[in-house]
């Protein structure tokens, strides 16, 4: 899904649906990588937490059907 793969390149304006306020960006290859890397360690973290708490965690992709999510739980 984009929000783990992002295919986007170039000038994008973010338009905030509440506010309407907008935001231009630039988004490159730096961009990207610097976005996946936040993400991986936020991920992490959740992760890591979840486990000194003794709480499940399993990642889905939205790209995946909510048997498929079921299925992998029941794992």
């Known amino acids: 899904p984009e929000e783990i793969e992002p295919d986007i390149n170039g000038q994008i304006k973010l338009i905030d649906v509440e506010s309407d ?43 995946e059907s909510q048997i498929e999510w079921l299925r992998k739980l029941s794992m």
């Open 21 to 63: 306020r907008t935001l231009d960006l630039e988004i490159d290859e730096h961009t990207i990588i610097s976005y996946k890397k936040v993400l991986d360690d936020y991920t992490r973290e959740l992760m890591h937490t979840c486990r000194k708490k003794s709480i499940d965690f399993t990642r889905i992709s939205t790209n």
